[in-house]
């Protein structure tokens, strides 16, 4: 479904701390897009990582250093959404 996705010119993001990810707040990323997420145990596979057109974290602080996965993708969801909304706007 991956490969599929990409071809028809849409970026896959994982939404997953790894060696390539970059905060939300400093991405820049074109649309449209398709969230991969992986379970809170074991991720995503490294399949579906390397497919990845980009990779995102949420910043943490503290010791805690996940959130529950549906959470983590509504916060990511919503500064996407305000991200493109500013796109709009500036072209």
């Known amino acids: ?6 071809k028809q010119g849409i970026s896959l993001v994982l939404i997953e ?4 990810s970059q ?3 400093e991405m820049e990323c074109p649309f449209p897009v398709c969230f991969m ?4 145990v074991s991720g995503v596979s490294e399949e579906l990582s390397n497919m990845a057109d980009l990779h995102v974290e ?3 602080h503290g010791i805690k250093q996940s959130l529950n996965v549906s959470v983590a993708t ?3 969801g919503y500064e996407f959404a ?7 706007k500036v072209e």
């Open 1 to 6: 479904m991956a490969k599929k996705i990409k």
């Open 17 to 20: 701390q790894t060696h390539n």
């Open 23 to 25: 905060s939300i707040y």
């Open 37 to 40: 997420v992986g379970n809170e």
């Open 58 to 60: 949420l910043p943490m």
């Open 74 to 76: 509504g916060i990511v």
């Open 82 to 88: 305000r991200y493109y909304n500013q796109q709009i």
